[in-house]
């Protein structure tokens, strides 16, 4: 045997590494080192550092600051008392929530299903993104408490008028994730199909619509936080037809109910937080072997 046949030899793969190299793990082996842990650890320590120092400013405020107007915000224990261990109090709050988060599903789907497509649309066709892209940004910029009365009065008070709401505040994410992951794409790919005569829709389904599916994803999940707020407002100025947490919202600032209150924006704010995650783990499950979707 030569040097140069030893040198050309590869490695036996070892127990610890069966692929033959501690390269060839890549990011997946990364995140099996030992320092895995400490990097979650990481992950999560400062987050909840962050929480306790945000109750002891609230404690601060509301037992020393406030004193006997504390009403104005009650401490944190007196919040879970009223609100989540109060029986009555926990159904109404949950009962809310559970109309609120119907809504804001039923309007985060149609702005997905409308984004994408409109997306879609302005790729394909420079001429329908030049003609109807600048009325998508004077969408996001209009005030929508400017729009929410002639909502209702166009269609009523009801979960239709509160679903429309939600769809003119999470659209314009979707719209405009879609549209720069569809434009996004490598100009070598593009060059790619092209030599081999692929069509328009071959480029579309096979190239374009994978390459975006991360910022698509992205899309997702802020439209999915945003949905949450334009189901709170809608509820908060319709006060007919079936309350949400909106409308619990308005009944406890006039009742001056400061506990029932900080209970139903914590529970809303949770609500939020579950449609965000629900469609971070969707984005994992879809893109996560191939993209490190944070």
């Given at each position: 045997?030569?040097?140069?046949?030893?040198?050309?030899?590869?490695?036996?793969?070892?127990?610890?590494?069966?692929?033959?190299?501690?390269?060839?793990?890549?990011?997946?082996?990364?995140?099996?080192?030992?320092?895995?842990?400490?990097?979650?650890?990481?992950?999560?320590?400062?987050?909840?550092?962050?929480?306790?120092?945000?109750?002891?400013?609230?404690?601060?405020?509301?037992?020393?600051?406030?004193?006997?107007?504390?009403?104005?915000?009650?401490?944190?224990?007196?919040?879970?008392?009223?609100?989540?261990?109060?029986?009555?109090?926990?159904?109404?709050?949950?009962?809310?929530?559970?109309?609120?988060?119907?809504?804001?599903?039923?309007?985060?789907?149609?702005?997905?299903?409308?984004?994408?497509?409109?997306?879609?649309?302005?790729?394909?066709?420079?001429?329908?993104?030049?003609?109807?892209?600048?009325?998508?940004?004077?969408?996001?910029?209009?005030?929508?408490?400017?729009?929410?009365?002639?909502?209702?009065?166009?269609?009523?008070?009801?979960?239709?008028?509160?679903?429309?709401?939600?769809?003119?505040?999470?659209?314009?994410?979707?719209?405009?994730?879609?549209?720069?992951?569809?434009?996004?794409?490598?100009?070598?790919?593009?060059?790619?199909?092209?030599?081999?005569?692929?069509?328009?829709?071959?480029?579309?389904?096979?190239?374009?619509?994978?390459?975006?599916?991360?910022?698509?994803?992205?899309?997702?999940?802020?439209?999915?936080g945003l949905s949450v707020v334009g189901a709170i407002?809608?509820?908060?100025?319709?006060?007919?037809?079936?309350?949400?947490?909106?409308?619990?919202?308005?009944?406890?600032?006039?009742?001056?109910?400061?506990?029932?209150?900080?209970?139903?924006?914590?529970?809303?704010?949770?609500?939020?937080?579950?449609?965000?995650?629900?469609?971070?783990?969707?984005?994992?499950?879809?893109?996560?072997?191939?993209?490190?979707?944070?």
């Amino acid at each position: 045997m030569t040097a140069a046949d030893t040198v050309a030899a590869p490695a036996a793969p070892s127990a610890e590494d069966p692929s033959g190299g501690a390269a060839s793990g890549g990011p997946a082996a990364a995140r099996r080192s030992p320092g895995g842990s400490r990097s979650r650890l990481s992950l999560w320590v400062p987050p909840l550092v962050v929480l306790g120092v945000i109750i002891a400013a609230w404690y601060f405020v509301s037992l020393v600051v406030l004193g006997r107007r504390n009403y104005l915000l009650p401490p944190p224990h007196t919040v879970i008392a009223e609100s989540f261990l109060d029986t009555s109090i926990l159904v109404d709050i949950l009962d809310a929530t559970w109309r609120t988060s119907q809504v804001a599903l039923a309007g985060l789907g149609a702005a997905i299903v409308i984004g994408v497509i409109w997306a879609i649309a302005m790729s394909q066709a420079r001429w329908v993104e030049r003609s109807t892209f600048p009325y998508a940004v004077l969408l996001q910029c209009t005030p929508i408490l400017a729009l929410v009365p002639l909502i209702g009065f166009w269609f009523g008070y009801d979960f239709l008028a509160r679903t429309i709401v939600c769809v003119l505040i999470a659209l314009f994410p979707m719209v405009s994730n879609t549209l720069f992951g569809l434009q996004s794409v490598d100009q070598a790919h593009r060059e790619l199909f092209a030599l081999q005569g692929a069509g328009r829709g071959t480029v579309l389904a096979k190239l374009e619509l994978p390459a975006a599916l991360p910022a698509i994803f992205a899309g997702m999940r802020i439209s999915a936080g945003l949905s949450v707020v334009g189901a709170i407002v809608g509820d908060f100025f319709f006060q007919r037809g079936t309350p949400g947490i909106g409308a619990l919202l308005s009944k406890y600032v006039n009742r001056l109910e400061g506990a029932h209150l900080f209970g139903a924006i914590i529970a809303a704010a949770l609500l939020g937080v579950v449609i965000f995650g629900l469609f971070g783990l969707i984005a994992k499950a879809a893109i996560g072997r191939w993209y490190d979707f944070a």
